[in-house]
């Protein structure tokens, strides 16, 4: 997972969804299963959006 100065949480490159959301999940004061779970539902679309994102410009630097 990568944290920038504002700390705002991105997955590293080529990390899971479900490591990505597991390792924010550890590092957050605990939360209750119902909150973790809510995180899951917002986060699943954010961190699959980054990572393609994160492919394609990838792909863009290697040309």
């Not at 394609?56 to 630097?61: F, G, P, V």
């Amino acid at each position: 997972m990568n944290t920038d100065p504002d700390g705002w949480c991105t997955p590293a490159a080529g990390q899971d969804v479900e490591a990505f959301i597991a390792e924010f999940v550890a590092c957050r004061p605990p939360l209750t299963g119902a909150e973790i779970a809510e995180l899951r539902t917002v986060f699943r679309p954010a961190v699959a959006e980054a990572a393609r994102r994160a492919v394609l410009e990838a792909s863009t630097d290697a040309a």
